[in-house]
């Protein structure tokens, strides 16, 4: 069974920086596009941040230049590097990975759990 696990994230004062990061975990055959996501109380869900298994980038428009994102094909791991963090930025974020299981050719949308990121002023 294919899982995205989540870890980092925490606390972190404004104008601090915190890393995400993201293992696809199971028997994964093909390995796509990776992002993050995130959610704040009352708001919907926005892209932070997207990267295809050839390391083309996208960013969300509040987070570019202050946030990258990376990923090792090999190891199935995709990291968020947050840098000079606000307050704004406090939310739930979600990793999410479009990839093929094993025993698969059809690719499938996958969710991590969410973790929180909290930036206080």
């Known amino acids: 069974q294919v899982r995205l696990v989540e870890s980092g994230g925490g606390l972190v004062q404004a104008g601090g920086s915190l890393g995400l990061s993201c293992a696809a975990s199971g028997s994964v055959f093909r390995l796509g596009a990776m992002a993050w996501y995130r959610q704040a109380p009352g708001k919907q869900r926005e892209l932070v941040a997207h990267i295809t298994s050839t390391g083309t980038t996208n960013y969300g428009d509040s987070v570019k230049g202050r946030f990258t994102i990376s990923v090792d094909n090999a190891l199935k791991v995709a990291d968020l590097q947050m840098n000079r963090l606000k307050p704004e930025d406090t939310a739930v974020y979600y990793c999410?990975?479009?990839?093929?299981?094993?025993?698969?050719?059809?690719?499938?949308?996958?969710w991590g759990q969410g973790i929180q990121v909290t930036v206080s002023s």
């Open positions: 999410y990975s479009i990839l093929t299981p094993v025993g698969s050719e059809i690719p499938k949308d996958y």
